[in-house]
C-alpha cells in the first residue's frame, strides 16, 4: 500500500505538476498559470476533477478524470495523463490515482474509458482491464534558426489569430477536427469548452497562431501554445473542400516562423499514426519522433 498521500489538487500545485511532468512527459507543454487555470477553474460541462500524490511536501503523481464533451458518442469518459515520479513507482501510487479517477467516473456515469499510455506502462494499463487502441507520435522540432516565414499564392491570406474574431477560429478548428483519427468522433466541440480549452488558455499565443483566408473566407488554422521557449502546436488543420493545396502547411510553417521569432526555441506536437497528412506535413517541416503514447480503452461496469 502506498505511504504518499492521494488528495484532490489544488491551484497551488501547478508549479509541482509542471514539474513533475516536464520528468515523466518532457515532450509535453502546459505552464505553470495555465495548469493553475485548469484546477482553479475546471473546464465547463466536463465535470473534470484531479488528483495529485504528495510526498514529502512535494508533488509525486497526478491524474484527472472528465466526461468528453467533445464528442456525440454516448457516456465516454477520459482519464488523462496519469503519471507518477520515477522514484515512488512500483509502490501503488499509480493504482491510488487511478482508483480515484474511475471511481469519479463512475458517479458521472460514464460507460466507456479512455486513456493513454506510455509504451513501457502498457503492462499496467492492461494489468487494470484496458486494451491497447492506437499509437500517438509525438515529434520535436528545433526553431534555431528561425524557419523562413512563407509567401502565400495569389488568393490567399495569412492572418494572426490576434485579428480574427474568436468565433471565426472555433469554427474552422471544429469543421476541421470532424473527421481527425482518434477512438471516439470529435463532432461536438461546442463553442463554450473551446473558448475555455484554446481561447482563455493562458498558454495561447494569439500573435503566432495562424489562420489561411482564401477568398475572404477563413479555412485553415494552426494554433500555438507555450510555455517560455517552448512551443506546443494544438491543433493544424483544414476545413474539407479545402484540402490538397498544402494550406494547413502554409499555416504551420507561419505559425512556426511567428513562434521562433518571439523567442520559441522548440515546437512539439503529436498525431495519430494514422493521420498520414500531418506526419507528412510535420516531415517535410523537419520534425523528428521523440516519444510515442497509445490509446487503451475499457468498459466501466
Known sequence: MTSELIRPARPEDAPGVVALRAVVHPYLVRGVESTRQMIAQPPPEEDWAAWVAEADGQVVGWVSAYRNSQTSAAAVGEISTLHVHPAHRLRGVGTALLDAALGHLRLLGA???????????????????????RELRYSALDLRPAPAMPEPPLGVRLRSAAEVDPRQIHRVDAESSLDEPGDVPTDAMGYDIWQYEVWDNPGLDRDASTLVEVDGTLVAV???????????????GTVPGHRGRGLAGLAKRAALHRAAT???????????AANAPMLAVNARLGYRPVASQWSCLRDLA
Open 111 to 133: 460507460k466507456r474509458l479512455l486513456t493513454w499510455s506510455q509504451p513501457a506502462s502498457l503492462p499496467f494499463a492492461r494489468g487494470h482491464g484496458f486494451t491497447p487502441s
Open 222 to 236: 494552426s494554433l500555438v501554445k507555450r510555455d517560455g521557449d517552448r512551443m506546443w502546436s494544438a491543433f493544424t
Open 262 to 272: 518571439s523567442g520559441v526555441r522548440v515546437a512539439y506536437t503529436s498525431n495519430d
